[in-house]
């Protein structure tokens, strides 16, 4: 058995189960080793019944004391109860819809329980707790258990027990990519041992050294292909632009007046175009700074010196977005700007290509589609990207590349801290616009558990009726980005078929045709649908004013600065906005959300998120929307990220392009991630 081989092959998963484990992104035994826990649960703690505390999780060794009660609640919910003991103490078990546990119970004497300890009265009581037969027990109880991103049809144990069989079968399969002297100088642990330590860790402190391991090794990678790239740019001669004084003129028209931040960064961008140095530089501005309006002055400037300027934007909709907005404000100047996108018609796409092609646009707007075909530019001098965190550096390279030396420009509301991007996006010089247009109402932000969701529903019905409308988005019930059509129609029903019946409300997600989702959007923003369901797609830039409440479910799972970027969805227009989070988490979540009510500034917003979450959650980067790492968290394993920096710089310091014979392996690893972000290196 290989790494590559389809994990159809593995003992114990046939034809179904692989097609589930597909769903989670994982088709080779390689990604179901890499399918990391997204926690853990400590069951090393077995405790006699008479010691038991109140909120702790722990183990019990306990045998049924008294007769099995199994009835129907009211709300049809199947409920099962027992008092349990193990000599020193009885135990108030219960069990929502688990009809399999009455069966167990009477299959044996002893069972190890883990679960929550909450006391009803004086007796301590455990609901819903895992439960293992006595004589088994050892398979999970005893132990740190990893918790694994699932998918329906797949339980945890099905996960744990194929990785368990992959852990054994290839013990020492995966090839070590870091250089011995580098393993050495950082004191890291074999790649092999890591593997094993991440999904079955003896104890936390071996964990942590873990996944220092394999995040050091994620960032090493990334450095070497940074580092690589920045190598191979061309230090060729980039267009002058020749006339950036048209540029206010442009402002002129506008319906406002550009605030400070603006000009400042316009005019630092003015100075980089002059030159034929290729400018490459990276604009930083929070939600609803208008950083759109400061591509838009440039490109203005691009087609007034004589060349094109491309923009492209992350998703269909915000390409689409954009494509609308800039064609209605460059009208006035008679300047063409041309449309590519994914789902475009043979013909629109063909017309797309030409205009661009003989000149007649003079600004191009599109998803990844610009880059992934041929297009041929007729003369093209600046390259925009919008909301380039949700890019790989290879793309950006990629779009640059197009002409053999144009200016760049990437745009984020990423509140990346500077020495993040400095080892990001080390060759960038950043511009920040720092100042919201005036006369921007603070948006109301209030947290509110799920039980008070009827007030929610009847305050946001009221808005509704006055005209305003709203985002809801949906439960973030796993990670995998598979199901996520499922959970948006699912929740869409909940809420049609609840306070929302007879609302216009529409769901929008992945899996929809790029056309369906334009006809909602168009639809949405003439206000014929009422509110938007979605995942966080809706994140990136949409900008619809009438919108007034954003309304997020489990915000508890979310990064505070992906919230941030959901609330920036309102407060656009002239409506006073709100922004609701539901939350089910406890004392540590509560204060996170509160940051949240307190504070507009991003960049706050981010350092407080980074203080308050724990080291309980380690595992996760979609966080910060930065690039997404499989184990390392770019903000709080900064130290680490520079160690790599570090160590990627002395290994490209001897072996440029990693042609060595040692260097195969490391290679490969840097291709095999940089394809991941978008591109492979040439
Ligand atoms: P972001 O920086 O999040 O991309 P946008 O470019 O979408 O922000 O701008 C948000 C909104 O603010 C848009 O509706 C835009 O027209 C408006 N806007 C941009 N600049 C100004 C300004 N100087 N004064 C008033 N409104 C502005
Ligand atoms: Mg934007």
């Known amino acids: 058995?290989?790494?590559?081989?389809?994990?159809?092959?593995?003992?114990?998963?046939?034809?179904?189960?692989?097609?589930?484990?597909?769903?989670?992104?994982?088709?080779?035994?390689?990604?179901?080793?890499?399918?990391?826990?997204?926690?853990?649960?400590?069951?090393?703690?077995?405790?006699?019944?008479?010691?038991l505390q109140e909120g702790e999780s722990v183990c019990v060794r306990v045998s049924p004391a008294g007769g099995i009660r199994s009835f129907r609640a009211k709300n049809g919910a199947r409920v099962t109860q027992v008092h349990m003991s193990?000599?020193?103490?009885?135990?108030?078990?219960?069990?929502?819809?688990?009809?399999?546990?009455?069966?167990?119970?009477?299959?044996?004497?002893?069972?190890?329980?883990?679960?929550?300890?909450?006391?009803?009265?004086?007796?301590?009581?455990?609901?819903?707790?895992v439960i293992e037969k006595g004589e088994k027990a050892g398979n999970t109880t005893g132990k740190i258990v990893p918790i694994y991103p699932c998918t329906a049809g797949l339980t945890q144990r099905n996960i744990r027990d194929s990785v368990r069989v992959a852990l054994e079968a290839l013990s020492e399969a995966m090839p070590e990519i870091l250089p011995e002297p580098i393993q050495k100088m950082y004191s890291l642990m074999p790649v092999n041992e890591a593997i094993r330590q991440i999904h079955l860790p003896v104890d936390f402190l071996t964990f942590e050294e873990a996944r220092r391991r394999l995040a050091f090794e994620e960032f090493f990678v990334l450095q070497v292909g940074i580092g690589m790239a920045k190598e191979q740019r061309k230090t060729g001669k980039a267009p002058v632009f020749s006339n950036v004084k048209c540029i206010a003129d442009f402002a002129k028209e506008l319906p406002f007046s550009l605030t400070n931040a603006q000009k400042r960064v316009i005019n630092e961008i003015c100075v980089d175009i002059r030159r034929d140095t290729p400018m490459n530089r990276l604009v930083q501005g929070d939600v609803g700074s208008g950083k759109t309006m400061v591509a838009a002055a440039v490109m203005f400037a691009a087609v007034r010196s004589g060349f094109q300027a491309v923009m492209m934007a992350p998703t269909e909709i915000l390409a689409k977005q954009h494509y609308e907005n800039l064609?209605?404000?460059?009208?006035?100047?008679?300047?063409?700007?041309?449309?590519l996108s994914g789902g475009q018609k043979v013909a629109e796409r063909k017309e797309n290509l030409e205009k661009i092609a003989n000149g007649t646009a003079g600004v191009i707007v599109g998803t990844h589609a610009l880059i992934t075909d041929k297009v041929d530019f007729y003369r093209l001098g600046l390259a925009i990207t919008d909301e380039q965190h949700r890019f790989g550096v290879r793309q950006r390279t990629a779009l640059s590349g197009k002409s053999e030396s144009i200016h760049t420009l990437v745009m984020t509301a990423?509140?990346?801290?500077?020495?993040?991007?400095?080892?990001?996006?080390?060759?960038?010089?950043?511009?920040?616009?720092?100042?919201?247009?005036?006369?921007?109402?603070?948006?109301?932000?209030?947290?509110?558990?799920?039980?008070?969701?009827?007030?929610v529903d009847a305050f946001v019905i009221e808005q509704l009726d006055a005209g305003r409308q709203a985002y809801f988005v949906c439960p973030l019930i796993e990670e995998s980005e598979f199901i996520e059509a499922n959970a948006v129609e699912e929740y869409l029903d909940s809420l049609i078929k609840g306070a929302y019946r007879g609302r216009k409300i529409a769901a929008m997600h992945g899996r929809m045709r790029a056309?369906?989702?334009?006809?909602?959007?168009?639809?949405?923003?003439?206000?014929?649908?009422?509110?938007?369901?979605?995942?966080?797609?809706?994140?990136?830039?949409?900008?619809?004013?009438?919108?007034?409440i954003m309304v997020i479910e489990n915000a508890e799972r979310f990064g505070l600065s992906?919230?941030?970027?959901?609330?920036?969805?309102?407060?656009?227009?002239?409506?006073?906005s709100y922004c609701i989070l539901?939350?089910?988490?406890?004392?540590?979540?509560?204060?996170?959300?509160?940051?949240?009510?307190?504070?507009?500034?991003g960049f706050k917003i981010a350092e407080r998120d980074l203080e308050l979450r724990g080291p309980g959650e380690f595992l996760g980067t979609r966080q910060h929307g930065l690039?997404?790492?499989?184990?390392?968290?770019?903000?709080?394993?900064?130290?680490l990220l520079k160690e790599a920096q570090k160590a990627a710089e002395i290994v490209l310091k001897s072996d440029p392009v990693l042609q060595n014979d040692e260097m195969r392996g490391l290679a490969n690893e840097v291709e095999r991630t940089f394809e991941k972000f978008g591109g492979v290196l040439n």
């Open 627 to 639: 690039p997404q790492m499989r184990v390392g968290d770019l903000m709080s394993d900064m130290e």
């Open 86 to 129: 193990d000599g020193t103490g009885l135990l108030a078990v219960t069990w929502f819809h688990a009809p399999y546990v009455e069966k167990m119970l009477r299959s044996a004497e002893e069972f190890i329980l883990f679960g929550k300890v909450e006391f009803r009265g004086r007796f301590p009581g455990m609901i819903n707790p």
């Open 414 to 455: 990423t509140p990346i801290p500077r020495t993040l991007s400095l080892i990001l996006y080390g060759d960038l010089d950043i511009s920040i616009i720092d100042e919201l247009p005036a006369g921007r109402k603070k948006i109301i932000t209030k947290w509110v558990p799920g039980e008070k969701r009827n007030q």
């Open 1 to 51: 058995m290989k790494l590559d081989d389809n994990i159809r092959y593995l003992k114990g998963i046939g034809e179904k189960r692989a097609e589930l484990f597909h769903r989670l992104g994982v088709f080779t035994i390689r990604d179901l080793l890499y399918h990391l826990p997204r926690g853990y649960e400590d069951r090393t703690d077995v405790r006699p019944v008479a010691d």
């Open 515 to 548: 056309a369906e989702k334009d006809e909602i959007m168009r639809r949405f923003a003439r206000g014929e649908i009422e509110a938007l369901v979605s995942t966080t797609v809706i994140e990136v830039g949409v900008d619809v004013p009438n919108a007034s």
């Open 582 to 601: 539901f939350c089910n988490g406890g004392e540590v979540a509560q204060k996170r959300m509160q940051v949240l009510c307190e504070n507009e500034d």
């Open 562 to 576: 992906q919230l941030h970027q959901l609330r920036g969805r309102v407060g656009r227009g002239a409506w006073q």
């Open 327 to 339: 064609s209605k404000l460059f009208k006035r100047w008679n300047i063409d700007v041309a449309y």
